[in-house]
């Protein structure tokens, strides 16, 4: 009580005449004597008070989610929060009447007063851009007018082109009508600054931005406007009235950087990125509901587990069946009935991705800001959509991790080929990359590496950039669901005649003339792009450009909020009084619906599209360069290193271990002639890494179709057999001419030509799950001031502990210090540091030699220690027994007719299901000699769930097709083969 009357005191002396205190009565046993003291309270300080609810949940029946969250907030379950819940449910929204029954009138009068008082409007903030980008005495549009020339002038040294003019001049007009020039000014600068560092950090725009010429001018984008159908108003327009939208990826390992060039410049008090609210999904919800209500940990996996996006399509109840629950039981009805009410709630505030606020006056008198969980960072307290509706410019400085992939992989052709390249500068039209790309090898390519892309890519046969534009497009749900993939295909395929309407006028004209042929000739009379459907209508239907983009906007909301039929009858009341005919509008409409689903602006994909044709010509012409900047520029994209490595040997890319006598933290390129001389310096180490750590042999390696002239067939052994003697050739002491006649038998000739054939790729410590950076870097400087001599040396001058000692020993990487995992093992254990007094001691012990590993252990060891093994292919241990079930190998499934029964089985690698897929799954396999393509129908997943969910080696008996060279199996029946191979564990990567 007294400290009630001190807070009181000091509150009235500091807020007298703008503080109350607040009455909440619940219904309470002490109700009565609370008012009364506050009462007196309030009169002693001149406080007066008023009737407040203490609101916790909008209705009385959520008090059981209310106790939950608590809960949750509290970290135990509700059994254990005991007073920290409230002791009823009064704390909800109630009625005036029933308010009027417990609190006095004059107190829910001074709610009244209070509610009065309340008018601030968000509208009335008034945000000023930052100024200190102009010059002095420069107007800002003068000086964006300035930089955009200076850059055309670069671009056009000969002259800027007349459309090119025209387009600058219709945006300038536009963004100074806006007042946008400062936000122009600020993107320009933030781009100059990462370009003009020591080493410049890759960036790009892409997005909206893209259709804009002063940003391509200005260095922002890379959208030629010259050759771009460039439609500003869906970036900027006067109707819309709302901030520009530039998105600039930079290099993900350093966008650190600019964010802090941002901080730096504008200070954290003008500075400060944008929140992201993170909510509650069905897995999360569950697994933190089951928490609170006591379930084990182990019951919360297989919770969480059944509300996963994969058992989408399932009963619940049947989901929770599956995970060992009883349905029926009272604690799994309150789980269900909780995790409903949760799923959606907020669950915690998070920083958006990169969109920056930057203001002239400091932040915090325009919107709430904090600290960041990470250093050096100030965060807004709203969201995106918040501030876009404030009208509170945003700048996104992004992370793209194939723009880091290139950077590496550029900065790798340099040191090792002496070839200085960038994006602008890489040779264009490049026929052997086409070639490349018409045959669907794309593995690790930016954008066209998905399935969806790579079975397109043989039908639609991209031949010229603005094929790679419009590839990346068109595998989007919105071609999908607006039916326009197969008429372009059957037009680009001469199989059908392309047509551009015309109005009635046009016909009457009889020229053969159309206003829509401008708009969609570039894709064969199919809409195929976001502008053109704006394009479209404006031609079409009268709309104005603002108007298209209204439409545009409502097409990307109409699935979560409708809104888009009362643009139905606009559009077709503008069709029609045009002269076009109904059933064009009809198919115009299905079209746009199906944009509803996300279609992709052809700005942003000319964006995406010079990044895939980037990493596809250095993926051609520099396999090893580009393979190993993936790898240490991972994760991303749908691979795993495993699939990577395996691509790239299937490239020609010699690929050799983790050695802790040569490795760095990253993955690096060594001259073959360095690479044999160490070998041989390292007692036959590298021999034994081409016979035991390359798994190149003929069943190993498919070529592609174009290849496969130029391999000579080998003679074939047994598999069973070929194992023991690989198996006893690495465990023994075999001359360097026996070692290079058993690769002789073993190892296929390279799979194609490439400029890489003097360099190979050594994997780096990176590759070896849980060994950290700073561990390697210890190791690396250690080796540099002096070769090891032993495992014991080793451990010593790089400080391992035993954890990271076990991890080299069990990655295999201490081959050439003690022969074998096993010895290495043995040998890091049985080190200990010596006493201060013996550290100098020479110590005399007799070295126990181990048996070494089995070929089989060697490969599953290499798996479980970094997910991939360079010696074999598991399931070339199990090709017995696939043999004898009569599964073909990937390699003879591919070879056979269209239509044949195939049966084949391999490791599980990826699996999707698109939602536009109608409930199909997609799924990768993979075995010792390539990849196959499974296709399950959605009734086939439904009836065979568990086995195409939880294998990880999964056979399939079905149906080959075999169609425009595109290949897959349509799988009748699925088996789990486990059983096969019950040592290694999943390695797919799953509904990414």
């Known amino acids: 009580m007294r400290c009630r009357w001190g807070i009181a005191a000091w509150v009235a002396k500091h807020f ?88 006095p009138a004059e107190l829910l009068a001074e709610s009244g007063r209070i509610a009065a008082r309340c008018r601030f409007n968000l509208r009335a903030i008034h945000y000023v851009y930052p100024h200190e980008l102009v010059p002095p005495g420069v107007r800002a549009i003068d000086h964006l007018r300035q930089l955009t020339v200076a850059g055309a002038q670069r671009y056009w040294p000969r002259g800027i082109p007349a459309k090119v003019s025209h387009q600058l001049e219709h945006e300038f007009a536009l963004i100074e009508k806006l007042e946008y020039e400062h936000f122009f000014l600020t993107v320009h600068d933030i781009v100059a600054w990462a370009r003009a560092r020591p080493q410049p950090i890759l960036c790009q725009g892409r997005g909206s931005s893209a259709n804009s010429a002063v940003c391509y001018c200005l260095g922002i984008t890379a959208v030629d406007p010259e050759h771009g159908n460039l439609l500003f108003e869906r970036f900027l327009s006067i109707e819309r009235k709302e901030p520009p939208d530039i998105d600039v990826d930079f290099e ?67 989901a929770l069946r599956e995970r060992g629950f009883d349905a029926d039981a009272r604690v799994l009805q309150r789980v269900v009935a909780l995790v409903d009410q949760l799923r959606g709630f907020p669950r915690h505030l998070s920083q958006h991705v990169g969109g920056f606020v930057i203001s002239e006056h400091p932040l915090h008198t325009l919107v709430p800001v904090e600290n960041a969980a990470m250093v050096d960072r100030t965060i807004i307290q709203w969201d995106k959509d918040d501030l876009e509706s ?33 994006l602008a500068t890489l040779p264009q039209d490049d026929e052997t990359t086409y070639a490349m790309i018409r045959a669907a090898d794309t593995i690790g390519v930016f954008q066209i590496e998905s399935r969806a892309q790579m079975s397109m890519l043989p039908r639609l046969r ?89 439409l545009r906007r409502a097409m990307a909301a109409w699935k979560r909020k409708g809104g888009l039929e009362p643009f139905h009858d606009r559009i077709r009341d503008g069709m029609l009084a045009n002269g076009y005919e109904e059933s064009y509008f009809e198919r115009i409409f299905e079209q746009i619906r199906g944009f509803g689903e996300y279609g992709f602006p052809e700005s942003h994909s000319a964006s995406f599209a010079l990044l895939a044709y980037a990493s596809s010509w250095l993926k051609c012409h520099h396999p090893a360069a580009f393979t190993c900047a993936l790898l240490n520029s991972l994760p991303m994209g749908f691979y795993g290193p495993a699939q990577l490595i395996r691509d790239a040997q299937r490239h020609g890319v010699r690929v050799l271990p983790v050695d802790v006598m040569i490795s760095e933290w990253d993955c690096t390129l060594e001259p073959l002639s360095e690479s044999a001389h160490r070998g041989s310096a390292a007692c036959g180490i590298e021999e034994r890494s081409e016979v035991c750590g ?10 592609s179709a174009n290849q496969a002239s130029r391999l000579k067939p080998l003679p074939r052994k047994p598999l069973h057999r070929a194992s023991e003697e690989r198996s006893e050739v690495c465990g023994s002491d075999l001359s360097r001419d026996a070692l290079l006649q058993i690769q002789h ?115 599953i060891s290499d798996y479980a220690s970094q997910g991939f093994s360079l010696r074999r292919h598991p399931l070339s241990f199990a090709r017995e027994a696939l043999d004898q079930r009569r599964m073909l190998r990937a390699r003879d499934v591919l070879g056979s007719r269209h239509g044949r029964r195939v049966r084949c089985a391999g490791l599980v690698t990826v699996r999707q299901r698109p939602h536009t897929a109608n409930g199909v799954t997609f799924v990768t396999l993979e075995d010792e000699t390539g990849i196959l393509n499974i296709i399950v129908w959605a009734a086939l997943a439904s009836s065979q769930r568990r086995i195409l969910i939880e294998s990880s080696v999964l056979g399939v008996e079905g149906e080959l097709q075999s169609s425009e060279g595109v290949q897959h199996v349509i799988a009748h029946r699925l088996l789990n083969l486990d059983a096969l191979l019950p040592e290694l564990g999943s390695q797919s990567r799953d509904f990414h």
């Open 16 to 103: 007298g005449g703008r503080a109350w205190l607040a009455v909440e009565l619940h219904h309470a046993t002490d109700d009565a004597a609370l008012l009364a003291d506050l009462q007196v309270l309030g009169q002693h300080h001149a406080l007066p008070l008023v009737a407040s609810g203490d609101v916790h949940m909008h209705a009385r029946g959520r008090r059981a989610l209310q106790d939950a969250l608590t809960a949750i907030r509290l970290g135990c379950t509700i059994a254990e929060a005991g007073h920290a819940l409230f002791a009823n449910g009064e704390r909800h929204l109630r009625r005036r009447e029933d308010l009027a029954a417990i609190y």
């Open 252 to 318: 993900h390992e350093r966008r650190e950087e600019v964010i802090q060039y941002v901080f730096n410049k504008y200070g954290r008090t003008r500075a400060a990125l944008a929140a992201t609210v993170i909510r509650y999904r069905g897995k999360s919800a569950a697994r933190d509901i089951g928490r609170v209500l006591g379930l084990a940990e182990d019951q919360l996996d297989q919770l969480s587990m059944a509300y996963a996006h994969t058992n989408a399509d399932l009963p619940l109840a049947d």
């Open 390 to 422: 404030l009208k509170l410019l945003k700048v996104d400085c992004l992370a793209l991790g194939m723009l880091t992939c290139l950077r590496k992989c550029f900065d790798l052709v340099h040191r090792h080929a002496g070839m200085r390249f960038d």
């Open 462 to 550: 991209p031949a010229v950039f603005y094929d790679l534009v419009v590839q990346v497009a068109i595998v989007r749900p919105g071609p999908i669901q607006g039916g326009m993939v197969h008429p372009y295909l059957r037009r680009r395929q001469g199989l059908e005649e392309v047509d551009y309407p015309q109005s009635a006028r046009e016909r009457a004209a009889g020229k053969g003339e159309s206003r829509i042929r401008p708009v969609l000739e570039r894709t064969l009379g199919v809409p195929i792009f976001q502008e053109q459907v704006m394009k479209l209508i404006e031609v079409v239907a009268g709309f104005t450009p603002g108007q298209a983009d209204e």
């Open 694 to 703: 390359s798994d190149l042999s003929r069943d190993a390696l498919p070529p």
């Open 745 to 859: 038998e073993s190892i296929a000739a390279e799979a194609a030509p490439t400029n890489d054939k003097s360099h190979v790729l050594r994997l780096g410590f990176s590759r070896i799950a849980g060994f950290s950076e700073a561990t390697a870097q210890r190791v690396v400087e250690a080796r540099h001031e002096r070769a090891f001599t032993d495992v014991a040396d080793l451990i010593h001058r790089a400080g391992l502990n035993a954890g990271e000692r076990a991890r080299l020993a069990d990655a295999d990487a201490l081959r050439s210090l003690s022969g074998h995992r096993h010895q290495a093992r043995w040998d890091s254990a049985g080190v200990d540091p010596p006493i201060a007094v013996l550290a100098e001691a020479a110590v005399n012990e007799e070295r126990i030699a181990l048996a070494s590993p089995s070929l089989r252990k060697d490969v």
